[in-house]
């Protein structure tokens, strides 16, 4: 993996994603390497491209700081498109620096995340006054987890980030997805328990999105394990009846609960 320092001019782009107003990246690229990564084709760049190489935004904390002075405040995500707790932040520590300079504002945040390492930061998310912390799950099955999403943690210490932030008070929701077509209903039981017994806030619900290039990645990435491979295929993961179904589980698991269920997008 490659990785390169680079400047931004902004900090802060205004956002269309449900309850967020602003997001916030402070890393182009990604080292979880998951292999149903769509946001090169959100970006417009080469999935090589994406895959080889991670940007860091060396002086985004110092623009952030400027651009807060005059924007209007609103809920910032962080990150939108690319993992702020990717390996590399344990040595670049940008997202923790952007987080310093919110905390000065008492900015609303919403942090989703597939790593352990947002533990580190606890103790400064806990200090804002509006934070949700959001952790994305899409498989049970962490030998699955590491065919897909490799360099990602696994969903054992997933759960253990939930833990920590349900018992530190802080929104702590799920994001369900993309989910794998390996789910069965048993799953989605098994899944409802956890939320329950963590005290999850919210389950966010979402599929698999195919764009360009997404299938021949997971296909390679599947290619020795003929067991779930033809479950991945491009018909499979484009099964509207399937996934309806899942998802009509998970909210009558979940309707008796106080945990909102809501539909990505």
């Not at 292999?35 to 991670?54: D, E, F, G, H």
């Not at 807060?68 to 997202?95: F, M, N, W």
């Not at 039981?189 to 619900?205: N, P, Q, R, W």
Request: net charge positive.
């Amino acid at each position: 993996m490659n990785i390169e320092e680079v400047t931004c001019k902004t900090a802060l782009s205004a956002s269309k994603l449900p309850g967020l107003d602003y997001s916030l990246n402070p890393y182009v690229g990604c080292m979880h390497q998951c292999r149903y990564c769509y946001a090169p084709s959100i970006l417009r760049m080469p999935i090589q491209s994406w895959k080889n190489t991670v940007k860091i935004k060396r002086n985004i904390p110092t623009i952030l700081a400027k651009e807060l002075k005059s924007k209007k405040k609103g809920v910032v995500g962080i990150s939108t498109v690319t993992d702020p707790y990717q390996p590399i932040e344990k040595k670049a520590q940008l997202t923790r620096y952007c987080l310093q300079v919110l905390l000065k504002k008492d900015t609303p945040i919403s942090i989703q995340t597939k790593s352990d390492l947002i533990l580190k930061d606890a103790e400064l998310i806990t200090q804002f006054s509006n934070a949700e912390v959001m952790v994305s799950i899409g498989t049970l099955h962490d030998e699955q987890r590491k065919l897909l999403e490799p360099g990602s943690s696994s969903i054992q210490q997933r759960i253990k980030v939930l833990k920590h932030f349900a018992q530190s008070s802080v929104k702590t929701s799920v994001f369900f997805g993309p989910i794998y077509p390996t789910m069965i209903l048993e799953d989605i039981e098994s899944f409802a328990t956890i939320c329950k017994k963590i005290g999850i806030d919210e389950v966010m619900i979402d599929r698999f999105h195919i764009k360009p290039g997404i299938i021949n990645n997971i296909q390679d990435a599947l290619k020795n394990n003929q067991k779930i491979a033809p479950l991945f295929s491009q018909k499979e993961l484009s099964n509207q009846s399937y996934y309806q179904k899942i998802r009509e589980k998970i909210r009558d698991e979940l309707k008796h609960s106080s945990i909102i269920c809501t539909d990505a997008f």
